[in-house]
């Protein structure tokens, strides 16, 4: 089987909603990704066997989105694009996909990306607006039309934001993460503690310029938007809940902004990057996807633990194997719920099914650049952000194992294994 390699990465800034990239268009914010990498590493006119990825967020225009994107960037027009949509392990999944084309030798080279934007979500109306339109569309005669057009009323023109609660619950992710908190006890105090452990350690990596090799200027902006070297514990404390305003323990500060963003990730076989002279940052072992019943009973962002217990134990590997890792922080309860139930030996047992417990990990190895409580969290995008940077680490070590997950709306969890390229 073939090595699939992680050649580089490249992403915009994360930047709040309605903000800085308000007047872009997903289509526009992922074509600068793309071509941001084109431009790095010599890719115009070079063919793609295949360019997949996707966004959660996306009007009916952009159907199509990731082949116009490709049709709107330096590459050979000749290269496809695929898109696919896990929600926030849609890169992720993306990179996944991409890799077992080059490990089967369906294809040489590849990008996996994605991007969102929530400032270019599409406006709806309601289904009795709708429904009139197209009764007004089909109708015959002048008469058939002024009958339907008399049922119109001007509250049925007010739009509305497209939803993310869940479907079958009707409940926001935050609601569910609070629901989570309280099933594993999980307090404010240890929520604030994880979220400013991340602005800290993603302070520090601006600092160093960790970054500089990871993220372009865009639109005027030069970093991510959501590192706050200001801040302190005291002042997350001071925050009110947001989801539950009752008895909540989830807040602005230990749970992820509404991002706008993209991000792109450049993969090769291992004998394509030899023969093209491409440095290999990193590897890509294995991945999996899981999921759980969230609607009776499980957490709704607890699929992570499952799709780790299942790759790990085909790798006929322990938890405690790795150098790096990175669990992206859609909320601090939500990490530490994960955490929590990999040393908890009933969930281990009845949930993952094992004999014993996964065990804890070295948070020290946690999110040592800082995660997305403190980047941002475009939704499409984060999968390709964590890759790029777990290969820009992973490339810096010899012998070096990380291990990515990212929980999903829909109770799924998206969970991949990389290693340093010597």
């Given at each position: 089987?073939?090595?699939?390699?992680?050649?580089?990465?490249?992403?915009?800034?994360?930047?709040?909603?309605?903000?800085?990239?308000?007047?872009?268009?997903?289509?526009?914010?992922?074509?600068?990704?793309?071509?941001?990498?084109?431009?790095?590493?010599?890719?115009?006119?070079?063919?793609?066997?295949?360019?997949?990825?996707?966004?959660?967020?996306?009007?009916?225009?952009?159907?199509?989105?990731?082949?116009?994107?490709?049709?709107?960037?330096?590459?050979?027009?000749?290269?496809?694009?695929?898109?696919?949509?896990?929600?926030?392990?849609?890169?992720l999944e993306a990179v996944i996909t991409m890799a077992n084309k080059i490990r089967l030798g369906q294809a040489e080279v590849g990008i996996a990306c994605g991007v969102d934007s929530n400032s270019a979500s599409p406006l709806e109306v309601t289904q009795r607006?709708?429904?009139?339109?197209?009764?007004?569309?089909?109708?015959?005669?002048?008469?058939?039309?002024?009958?339907?057009?008399?049922?119109?009323?001007?509250?049925?023109?007010?739009?509305?934001?497209?939803?993310?609660?869940?479907?079958?619950?009707?409940?926001?992710?935050?609601?569910?993460?609070?629901?989570?908190?309280?099933?594993?006890?999980?307090?404010?105090?240890?929520?604030?503690?994880?979220?400013?452990?991340?602005?800290?350690?993603?302070?520090?990596?601006?600092?160093?310029?960790?970054?500089?090799?990871?993220?372009?200027?865009?639109?005027?902006?030069?970093?991510?938007?959501?590192?706050?070297?200001?801040?302190?514990?005291?002042?997350?404390?001071?925050?009110?809940?947001?989801?539950?305003?009752?008895?909540?323990?989830?807040?602005?500060?230990?749970?992820?902004?509404?991002?706008?963003?993209?991000?792109?990730?450049?993969?090769?076989?291992?004998?394509?990057?030899?023969?093209?002279?491409?440095?290999?940052?990193?590897?890509?072992?294995?991945?999996?996807?899981?999921?759980?019943?969230?609607?009776?009973?499980?957490?709704?962002?607890?699929?992570?633990?499952?799709?780790?217990?299942?790759?790990?134990?085909?790798?006929?590997?322990?938890?405690?194997?790795?150098?790096?890792?990175?669990?992206?922080?859609?909320?601090?309860?939500?990490?530490?719920?994960?955490?929590?139930?990999?040393?908890?030996?009933?969930?281990?047992?009845?949930?993952?099914?094992?004999?014993?417990?996964?065990?804890?990990?070295?948070?020290?190895?946690?999110?040592?650049?800082?995660?997305?409580?403190?980047?941002?969290?475009?939704?499409?995008?984060?999968?390709?952000?964590?890759?790029?940077?777990?290969?820009?680490?992973?490339?810096?070590?010899?012998?070096?194992?990380?291990?990515?997950?990212?929980?999903?709306?829909?109770?799924?969890?998206?969970?991949?294994?990389?290693?340093?390229?010597?």
């Open positions: 089987m073939r090595r699939v390699a992680i050649i580089g990465s490249q992403r915009t800034p994360f930047v709040k909603s309605f903000g800085a990239y308000s007047q872009i268009s997903t289509k526009e914010l992922l074509v600068a990704s793309l071509n941001q990498l084109i431009e790095k590493y010599g890719l115009q006119g070079k063919l793609m066997d295949d360019v997949i990825g996707g966004a959660v967020i996306k009007s009916t225009k952009d159907f199509n989105l990731v082949r116009e994107a490709v049709l709107s960037t330096a590459l050979n027009p000749n290269s496809p694009g695929l898109d696919l949509q896990r929600a926030c392990g849609t890169s607006l709708r429904n009139l339109f197209l009764e007004l569309q089909f109708a015959k005669g002048n008469l058939a039309r002024l009958k339907i057009m008399s049922q119109f009323r001007p509250k049925m023109f007010l739009p509305s934001m497209p939803s993310v609660n869940e479907p079958r619950t009707k409940k926001s992710m935050g609601e569910h993460c609070e629901l989570m908190a309280k099933t594993w006890n999980i307090s404010r105090k240890e929520q604030d503690e994880l979220a400013f452990k991340s602005q800290k350690a993603a302070e520090v990596a601006l600092k160093e310029g960790f970054f500089e090799d990871l993220v372009f200027e865009y639109q005027g902006q030069k970093k991510d938007q959501f590192i706050r070297p200001e801040t302190t514990l005291e002042k997350m404390a001071s925050l009110k809940p947001a989801f539950d305003k009752v008895s909540g323990t989830l807040t602005a500060a230990n749970s992820t902004p509404l991002t706008d963003g993209s991000s792109a990730v450049l993969l090769t076989s291992e004998d394509y990057a030899k023969k093209n002279n491409l440095k290999i940052l990193a590897f890509i072992e294995d991945g999996q996807t899981s999921a759980v019943d969230f609607v009776h009973g499980a957490g709704l962002l607890m699929a992570p633990t499952k799709a780790v217990s299942k790759l790990i134990t085909r790798q006929k590997m322990k938890l405690q194997d790795f150098q790096i890792y990175e669990i992206h922080e859609a909320f601090a309860a939500q990490v530490l719920a994960t955490l929590k139930a990999w040393s908890d030996p009933k969930y281990c047992k009845e949930e993952l099914g094992l004999e014993g417990i996964l065990g804890e990990i070295d948070l020290e190895k946690l999110n040592i650049k800082g995660g997305s409580l403190a980047l941002g969290h475009p939704f499409a995008a984060t999968g390709a952000r964590l890759v790029g940077s777990t290969a820009s680490l992973l490339a810096k070590k010899e012998n070096q194992k990380a291990l990515i997950t990212a929980c999903t709306a829909g109770g799924m969890g998206v969970a991949l294994i990389m290693t340093s390229p010597q």
